[in-house]
């Protein structure tokens, strides 16, 4: 089980996964907004969408957590 996690505070643009989606290493999940820049977030590892805890437009911490693979 994975949980990816914020590298940085700003505020989630997009997400690009569902629950139950397949997802691969490296595969761009999410895109973050900080200080004007967009940040991909990427997948550590393989897995299945298990929980999206984040929504789009939400503002979040580094290190909250935003998905969990299983």
Same mark, same amino acid.
């Given at each position: 089980?994975?949980?990816?996690?914020?590298? $940085?505070?700003?505020? &989630?643009?997009?997400?690009?996964?569902?629950? %139950?989606?397949?997802? *691969? =290493?490296?595969?761009?999940? !999410?895109?973050?907004?900080? $200080?004007?820049?967009? &940040?991909?977030?990427?997948?550590?590892?393989? %897995?299945?969408?298990? *929980? =999206?805890?984040?929504?789009? !437009?939400?503002?979040?911490?580094?290190?909250?957590?935003?998905?969990?693979?299983?």
């Amino acid at each position: 089980m994975y949980q990816i996690t914020s590298t $940085m505070a700003g505020t &989630i643009l997009q997400i690009n996964v569902s629950v %139950g989606d397949q997802v *691969e =290493i490296n595969q761009e999940i !999410a895109l973050l907004e900080s $200080m004007k820049m967009e &940040i991909p977030v990427e997948s550590p590892g393989r %897995g299945i969408v298990k *929980e =999206i805890k984040v929504a789009e !437009a939400d503002f979040v911490n580094e290190g909250d957590v935003l998905i969990i693979l299983e």
